[in-house]
């Protein structure tokens, strides 16, 4: 079985065909049973997020996995392999480690990747499919982002996609204060940008979402309102600014819905900004005057603009990272002789198992308990001792490094001369 990465992420692939892919919450137990039950695959982990799609899996080669994705998304092969990228062990390794410090992201050192990654490997835990290698891999993850995050600066002056939306909104409305704001779905990354756009004092926030209780939490942090999201496309056009990121499969705001807005608001601009994968809005309606919006793609200019002050730190921790995949490779290569230890193990219990109940045999017939005792301790040492000498006196090839080993096996210290 072999460690490895399979995945797309904003950087080999635009938003078209990482929506194509995506996994919501919801998804991811019958999909990693799916994935991991189908015998060429034995660990997996899916991380899926705005910005990548990525299975982390211990299997006998990735063509299984990307076989696998292409069925399960019912995306044909050929259209999503050049956007594919495999990192096999080491890089695996590594990619997993660079991931859960924020140092693959859009946004360089962001935290919420390490909260997203150990969901991902919660819920892989719970749906069976994570094994003692990916675990311990998620577990040495998130302690790398944990030494990255304390012996870096790599988290200072990041510009996040809250950050990156509320200066987006600037720069159209000049001020967010008078603007009335409507945020939809109620997730982290709506928890984050509320929270921004309170900081501005926007007019009015209102969250919409399908379980009011949740927008309700939401809304009483920032100081706005709550509302089912049933009655979010009658109130649609009160608002000036929209920020969505929902786990639809499909968009949730259509076409229709802000031509009638912008009808109704006599073409005074409307702002929204689309952080979910799949998208919620349809990508058409960024065709009309008025309509202002931006995908998380479009938001990478932004948050980009803090990496130069950060890349010292991105050197601390890509050494930090490199240190980490040496010492998870040595626990890896260690596992690997646990199949053989085990046999080893058992057939000396099976030995000593034989003998005990020969050695039984003869105490109940009457024979000197010394007498037994004796020939148990010869017999297990005849019997340990067969496959070792019997290995040295018929070898070939190179005898010198057969004798060098079990030397070495056996703790042995044998005179040069």
Request: net charge neutral.
């Amino acid at each position: 079985m072999a460690l490895f990465t399979l995945g797309i992420n904003h950087r080999t692939a635009p938003l078209t065909v990482r929506e194509q892919l995506a996994f919501h919450a919801g998804e991811l137990r019958p999909a990693l049973r799916a994935l991991a039950g189908g015998g060429k695959i034995l660990e997996a982990a899916i991380v899926s997020t705005c910005n990548r799609v990525e299975l982390y899996c211990q299997a006998e080669n990735p063509e299984a996995a990307a076989s696998w994705l292409s069925d399960y998304r019912r995306v044909p092969l050929r259209e999503i392999a050049p956007y594919l990228y495999t990192h096999p062990r080491r890089d695996a390794v590594r990619h997993a480690f660079r991931v859960a410090s924020g140092l693959d992201s859009m946004v360089l050192g962001e935290p919420q990747i390490l909260g997203q990654m150990k969901e991902a490997a919660r819920i892989a835990r719970e749906a069976g499919a994570l094994g003692a290698t990916l675990d311990k891999l998620f577990q040495q993850a998130f302690s790398v982002a944990k030494d990255v995050r304390s012996g870096t600066a790599i988290g200072a002056n990041i510009v996040s996609m809250a950050a990156a939306s509320v200066r987006l909104a600037e720069r159209i409305f000049g001020r967010v204060a008078e603007q009335n704001v409507l945020f939809i779905g109620a997730g982290e990354m709506i928890g984050l940008c509320a929270a921004h756009f309170a900081a501005q004092r926007p007019r009015r926030m209102v969250i919409a979402n399908r379980t009011i209780e949740r927008g309700r939490e939401i809304a009483e942090k920032c100081g706005g309102a709550a509302i089912g999201l049933e009655d979010m496309a009658a109130r649609f056009a009160e608002f000036d600014i929209v920020v969505s990121c929902t786990a639809s499969q499909l968009p949730i705001i259509g076409l229709g819905l802000v031509e009638r807005a912008v009808r109704a608001r006599r073409h005074r601009p409307i702002f929204i900004v689309d952080l979910a994968v799949p998208r919620d809005v349809e990508k058409e309606a960024g065709k009309l005057d008025d309509v202002f919006l931006y995908t998380v793609d479009d938001l990478a200019r932004i948050v980009e603009s803090g990496r130069e002050s950060r890349q010292s730190a991105v050197i601390e921790a890509e050494e930090i990272v490199e240190r980490r995949v040496d010492d998870f490779l040595q626990w890896l290569k260690t596992r690997e002789s646990v199949p053989l230890i085990r046999v080893l193990r058992d057939q000396a219990e099976r030995v000593r198992q034989s003998e005990m109940e020969h050695a039984l045999k003869l105490l109940a017939r009457g024979e000197a308990p010394e007498a037994v005792l004796e020939q148990l301790s010869q017999r297990l040492t005849n019997k340990h001792l067969h496959a070792p000498t019997q290995a040295l006196n018929q070898s070939e090839g190179n005898p010198g490094e057969l004798r060098a080993l079990v030397a070495r096996l056996f703790k042995l210290h044998l005179d040069p001369n």
